[in-house]
T-cell receptor, first 118, second 117 residues
Framework: GAVVSQHPSRVICKSGTSVKIECRSL??????MFWYRQFPKKSLMLMAT?????????EQGVEKDKFLINHASLTLSTLTVTSAHPEDSSFYIC??????????????FGNGTRLTVT | KNQVEQSPQSLIILEGKNCTLQ??????????LRWYKQDTGRGPVSLTI?????NTKSNGRYTATLDADTKQSSLHITASQLSDSASYIC????????????????FGQGTILTVHP
């Protein structure tokens, strides 16, 4: 089955530093990947849609200069949290759909990254 | 405003019992409805996907139903197991946006299910 690998699973960083999170589709090409943020006991909040070879589309209220997204290949998208602050601490999850996937195709999620900013 | 409301927020049942989770949505127009299972600290895993023309879909002990007229869906879990303890998320997809084959997804807040031995 389709596998999406997200790395790292946990990261602790100091305030003011930047953190990069990788999302890879291991056995399929993903033209489109999505990045979500999830607070404890809350549902996933879409942050941005990442399309290979083009600029990401950010949801309203998400700072594109704060959360840099790069989708350099059909199997890799990265999210960089720049100048992280404690309020950026959260669970970040990526998801991907197969290339030429149709609207009823499953959305494959990574296992998330727990970011803690001290 | 497109919304997906799930109930109950949390549920505790004994192992072996059945349970039903509810999902009401206002997303319109509607493309499909998905149920996901999310274990603590993990990403969601797809259970079922239903289009507006489908009334029911099963995946092992999970059976989802859909009433597109009343905009309601349910997820029924039979003979629950300890491993069913998780958050169950209902996700509704709107129509496909121009140039993409994937509609905008609206997530419910999830139902936290705890199965006790």
């Amino acid at each position: 089955g389709a596998v999406v690998s997200q790395h790292p699973s946990r990261v602790i960083c100091k305030s003011g530093t930047s953190v990069k999170i990788e999302c890879r589709s291991l056995d399929f090409q993903a033209t489109t990947m999505f990045w979500y943020r999830q607070f404890p006991k809350k549902s996933l909040m879409l942050m941005a849609t990442s399309n290979e070879g083009s600029k990401a589309t950010y949801e309203q209220g998400v700072e594109k200069d704060k959360f840099l997204i790069n989708h350099a290949s059909l199997t890799l998208s990265t999210l960089t949290v720049t100048s992280a602050h404690p309020e950026d601490s959260s669970f970040y999850i990526c998801s991907a759909i197969r290339d030429r996937g149709f609207g009823n195709s499953p959305l494959h999620f990574g296992n998330g990254t727990r970011l803690t900013v001290t | 405003k497109n919304q997906v409301e799930q109930s109950p927020q949390s549920l505790i049942i004994l192992e072996g019992k059945n349970c039903t989770l509810q999902c009401n949505y206002t997303v319109s127009p509607f493309s499909n409805l998905r149920w996901y299972k999310q274990d603590t600290g993990r990403g969601p895993v797809s259970l079922t996907i239903m289009t507006f023309s489908e009334n029911t879909k099963s995946n092992g002990r999970y059976t989802a139903t859909l009433d597109a007229d009343t905009k309601q869906s349910s997820l029924h879990i039979t003979a629950s197991q300890l491993s069913d303890s998780a958050s169950y998320i209902c996700v509704v997809s709107g129509p496909y946006a121009g140039g993409t084959s994937y509609g905008k997804l609206t997530f419910g807040q999830g139902t936290i299910l705890t199965v006790h031995p």
